[in-house]
């Protein structure tokens, strides 16, 4: 009992960072003047980030929950072409491995919590699209535009 | 962007068209109240784009006088697979404006390029098609 509370805890806190993690991200890239050592990671890595985060998600549901399976499986599909591609442009050997995913069943996963994160994730995609250079804004574009018909589709 | 927009345009007119279509063969409540709003939607986009093609004096190429059908529409199901269809090519247009716009030009292609990806799956659910998402909205193929 205590130790299922302790992955469910971790594993929300690590995709709420994911997402908050986004917003900081884009708020450095804007401001920050000062010269950094460090690589700045890629503007799009939450991007990647999300939609990793997203496919675990949808997994464990569906691995507790195996009924759901031919509803949520093209989702998750979904979410693993977006980060196949995000992975090809931001280059390098990302794979960051979803936060979440060694997580093996998080209880808290419902419809419900993937409809907030899919939601979530189309506003992160559309203020990235919003920003992003020209060769980059279609591919966020739709990828906001995708996460939007899974909030319609889980419904 | 005038190349976009008029496609854009193009892709407006043909689905105000094909709603008109839609509309003949769809009789419950719901689904023809779900065109009519698509249509109205559509129709306002339109509108929308012709003052921003005159903004920019550029002409567009005028709509053709008839369109064509992508395949024929006989009943309901032909109806209902002619809005997604129509939907996703809305989509695919408003797409192309990504790069070509900024700020809160892209942020309006981008809600519309949304807004008939999100259509496109009520219209496949409604229909029983699945799946009812595509990965990338609006790209081609």
């Known amino acids: 009992m205590v130790f299922t509370g302790t992955v469910l805890t971790n594993s929300r806190r690590n995709f709420l960072g994911v997402l908050l993690g986004s917003a900081a991200l884009a708020g450095c890239g804007v401001f920050d003047s000062e010269p950094e050592p460090a690589p700045q990671p890629d503007a799009f890595q939450p991007l990647l980030d999300e939609a990793l985060a997203l496919a675990a998600a949808y997994d464990r549901l569906i691995v507790s929950q195996p009924a759901l399976a031919t509803r949520l499986t093209p989702l998750a599909e979904d979410h693993r072409a977006h980060a196949a591609d995000l992975t090809r442009l931001i280059g390098a050997a990302v794979v960051s491995a979803a936060p979440s995913a060694s997580a093996p069943s998080a209880p808290a996963d419902s419809i419900a919590t993937l409809r907030k994160a899919e939601q979530a994730g189309q506003k992160a995609a559309a203020a990235a699209c919003k920003t992003a250079p020209a060769d980059r804004a279609m591919l966020a574009g739709s990828i906001a535009a995708c996460r939007a018909t899974h909030a319609e589709a889980l419904r | ?141």
Not at chain 2, 32 to 61: F, K, M, Q
């Open chain 2, 1 to 141: 962007m005038t190349e976009q927009l008029a496609a854009a345009l193009a892709a407006e007119e043909a689905a105000i068209y094909a709603y008109g279509v839609i509309g003949v063969h769809l009789t419950d409540a719901d689904e023809v109240s779900r065109a009519r709003a698509a249509d109205l939607e559509h129709r306002a986009r339109r509108d929308d784009l012709i003052d921003r093609i005159d903004e920019l004096r550029a002409s567009a190429a005028p709509a053709p006088a008839a369109y064509a059908l992508p395949f024929e529409v006989t009943d309901r199901e032909g109806a209902l697979k002619l809005a997604v269809h129509v939907e996703d090519g809305v989509a695919q247009a408003w797409r192309a404006l990504l790069p070509v716009t900024e700020g809160d030009e892209r942020s309006d292609a981008l809600s519309h390029l949304t807004d008939s990806a999100v259509r496109a799956t009520r219209w496949r659910r409604i229909a029983e098609v699945t799946p009812l998402t595509m990965a990338f909205p609006g790209r081609p193929g």
